[in-house]
């Protein structure tokens, strides 16, 4: 790893084993031009050859230069309006009402390690030997403001990470209008762009779609990163597969209103660009203020999309989830939300946890309904006052039990929200975000507190903490479950309405962080009706999120397959639910529902007291499986091998970092009637280790494992009369394969 300057201290390369990334500062104009990003090349002393111009009909910015138009330089933090007509990276608009802006380049610092983000989350290093990091600075003489822009390279990982701040150093205020984390423009339009879209109970469905001319873009304005789109972007050659080709990944540690855009040009220049959304985003710089964007963490992959989520899976499993848990395999849990709903009291609570513990089973989480008059959803939100009705020891009380029984207890808090009918809403109204003069739309029958507002955000830390700190507590399910409307803060001034959005994630932040502060040992899992906050933000504070509300095992295929895009197994919220699954009806095998959810928390979420002694017998064995392979699951190398968006059949498996063992999952969604062969093709084996499958008495090579396959034998419906004897396949059938290398 390194960062190297030349002699002129005009040309930057940043490498690594894997990854090279090279641009230059303009002659004239003292700009930033991109030269090249991807596989790692050798460094020379002059990359300037790499620079193309041609004089095009065109605006240009210096007379008698007919080569001079920004329009036709590749760059990296590109501004709007002096010869280049894309979308920019950035845009300020001044007092006097002009948006023309002209950073130049004044000095650059190298400093080892890794700087921290203000207020904001991050990925981060241990030691300063395991990262580099280029910090430019470029000054707009005429606005008198600084900008800095931050590269991060990492040993050993195909890793870039990407930042910028404004510094407003003169007298006058301005204002920002875009802010943008990073900018890349590459030389051609050879790429499709592979993203996650979906909606509530179908999160994070693979999409892509060839570059064409113009703009593509996913994108949230919701007041968070949604269940619509999830703040990562992919360009994939069209030749790229899940194991082959080359891949750059995008994605944005933020969990509010994001762009990620590549726009292509005539000339097939594809700018690619992720940030904050510049849509009802205007930020007020006073002077002496600075504006931190948030980072984007790019990654660069030369064994297809698979490549690019494992360097991603390492990075946030090891450099972005942080505290005590992160290194720690996570409890198995039961979750009372589909057992119960709001129709709980202590004894059923009681009875729940008595079976769990009989089976296994860690930790018990207590869902929605357990404060205020909380008996459906209509009510209560922000009245964390415990039901004594329901749970006349309170929280403390039935904490303590369930800790006598064996378990650990969680517990489900909404800190975001309010119900019009509380005490909080009486004495404060003006703590809603709404438009004054203005119909306030609901979500879920609740409104969205105006965590832009210091006060709001300890009020609640408060109300949370006198819980927290009186009851047995080792785990929080943070929920959210509705977007923002009508956005408007009044504590704020009229020319700073266009702050609401990111004031109030970093209020989000606030909160965690004070939390995490005081109680470092609670697993915090984060949710927002399923998975709409489900972004390396959130990771930062919260190891894990519910991945979706939708707990049908067919369904998340999809979902997980889709999440683990980005994001580690690990960090994945899954559970066995009960059948007819809630959402889709659908029954389910109680063994493929667990096959399914082995790969991500695992856990349970339905009434175990009403369930027969043999399907009581299966989770007994479904908790004992986990509990012996959660560190691999938690810690190994990830496949994808088949895909539920193109094929009836899914699989995925996990390697361990040494190659000594290996869990394969097949599922096949709906039986066929005297179907073909199948062999299924595994990867990330050692060709020349020798491997069992738990089981079977025959052994096999590594190589055998991955060119060859497993045999999946007795795959047949309505066979003829020699056959008969195997047991008949069904719809929603799985199989696990534990895989250990013979000594």
């Known amino acids: 790893m390194a960062i190297r300057v030349n002699e002129t201290g005009q040309e930057f390369h940043l490498y690594n084993d894997t ?4 641009f230059r500062v303009l002659e004239k104009s003292n700009q930033l031009e991109h030269l090249y990003y991807g596989k790692r090349i050798q460094h020379r002393h002059s990359f300037i050859h790499l620079k193309e111009r041609e004089s095009r009909p065109s605006s240009n910015m210096f007379e008698g ?13 590109p501004s709007y309006g002096t010869t280049d007509f894309r979308y920019p990276a950035h845009m300020i608009t001044n007092q006097i009402g002009s948006h023309i802006t002209n950073f130049q380049f004044r000095h650059y610092e190298i400093r080892k390690g890794k700087p921290a983000l203000e207020g904001l989350p991050a990925t981060y290093v241990e030691d300063d030997s395991e990262a580099e990091t280029l910090e430019i600075t470029l000054v707009d003489d005429v606005l008198k403001s600084r900008l800095v822009l931050s590269y991060t390279i990492f040993t050993g990982r195909s890793v870039l990470t990407r930042n910028a701040k404004f510094i407003n150093e003169g007298n006058e205020a301005f204002y920002l209008n875009n802010a943008m984390s990073a900018n890349v423009d590459f030389p051609d339009d050879d790429f499709e762009m592979v993203h996650l879209n979906g909606a509530w109970a179908r999160e994070a469905h693979v999409d892509w779609q060839p570059l064409f001319k113009g703009n593509q873009s996913v994108s949230s304005s919701r007041g968070a990163s949604s269940h619509v789109h999830n703040p990562f972007l992919a360009l994939k050659r069209p030749d790229a597969t899940e194991h082959f080709g080359e891949v750059y990944g995008f994605s944005l540690v933020y969990s509010g209103n994001f762009l990620a855009q590549v726009e292509v040009d005539t000339y097939s220049v594809s700018r690619i660009m992720m940030g904050i959304h510049p849509f009802q985003f205007k ?3 006073n002077p002496n203020e600075a504006f931190q964007t948030p980072e984007c963490v790019m990654v660069y992959s030369e064994t297809g999309l698979n490549g690019m989520s494992q360097t991603y899976h390492e990075l946030y499993r090891n450099r972005l989830v942080r505290g005590y848990w992160r290194d720690k395999s996570r409890p198995i849990l039961i979750n009372n ?3 119960t709903y709001f129709q709980f009291n202590e004894e059923k609570v009681l009875n729940i946890v008595e079976a769990a513990k009989d089976l296994g089973i860690e930790l018990f989480v207590l869902d929605d309904g357990w404060f205020g008059e909380r008996h459906d959803d209509t009510s209560s939100l922000g009245d964390w006052f415990v039901n004594t009705h329901k749970l006349p020891n309170g929280i403390k009380g039935l904490s303590e039990k369930v800790e006598a029984l064996g378990l650990q207890f969680g517990l489900w808090f909404e800190p975001e929200m309010v119900s019009k009918d509380t005490k909080l809403f009486e004495k404060y109204p003006e703590w809603v975000i709404s438009t004054p003069n203005r119909r306030q739309s609901h979500g879920r029958n609740q409104f969205v507190l105006d965590f832009s507002r210091d006060e709001v955000v300890d009020y609640v830390f408060d109300m949370m903490d006198d819980i927290i700190s009186t009851s047995k507590i080792s785990y929080i399910k943070w929920d959210m479950n509705r977007y923002i409307t009508e956005a408007y803060s009044t504590s704020l001034d009229v020319d700073q309405q266009g702050e609401v959005f990111h004031r109030y994630i ?11 502060e005081k109680y470092p040992k609670i697993l915090f899992e984060s949710c927002a009706g399923g998975g709409a906050r489900f972004d390396p933000g959130l990771l930062f ?8 509300d939708d707990t049908d095992a067919i369904e998340r295929l999809k979902i997980q397959y889709g999440t683990s895009m980005i994001y580690p197994l690990s960090s994945i919220g899954s559970h066995v639910s009960a059948v007819p699954n809630h959402q889709v009806g659908r029954m389910t095998p109680i063994d493929t529902r667990a096959n399914v959810a082995y790969f991500g928390t695992f856990g349970y979420e339905l009434d175990i007291t009403k369930v027969s002694n043999e399907e009581k017998r299966a989770i007994k064995g479904q908790v ?16 994808r091998l088949l895909s539920p968006f193109n094929s009836n059949e899914v699989s995925w498996m996990v390697v361990s970092e040494d190659k000594k063992e290996a869990i394969v999952a097949y599922y096949k969604v709906l039986a066929k009637p005297n179907d073909k062969y199948y062999r299924l093709k595994l990867k990330g084996l050692d060709p020349e280790k020798l491997y069992q499958m738990k089981g079977m008495t025959t052994s096999h090579y590594g190589d055998e494992l991955m060119n060859i396959g497993i045999i999946l034998s007795r795959d047949y419906v309505n066979c003829v009369s020699e056959n008969e004897s195997h047991s008949h396949p069904h719809d929603y059938q799985s199989k696990i394969f534990v895989i250990t290398e013979i000594s």
Not at 65 to 77: A, C, G
Not at 541 to 548: C, D, I, R, V
């Open 541 to 548: 504070y919260a190891p894990q999120t519910w991945a979706s």
């Open 19 to 22: 990854t090279s990334y090279v």
């Open 65 to 77: 230069d007919h080569t001079s138009s920004l329009e036709h330089i590749k760059q990296e933090y």
């Open 624 to 639: 004992a499986f986990f509990k012996e392979y959660r560190h691999l699951i938690r810690t190994g190398d990830f496949y």
């Open 506 to 516: 970093l209020g989000v932040y606030k909160l965690y962080e004070r939390l995490i």
């Open 337 to 339: 939300w589909e057992a």
């Open 283 to 285: 930020w007020k710089l």
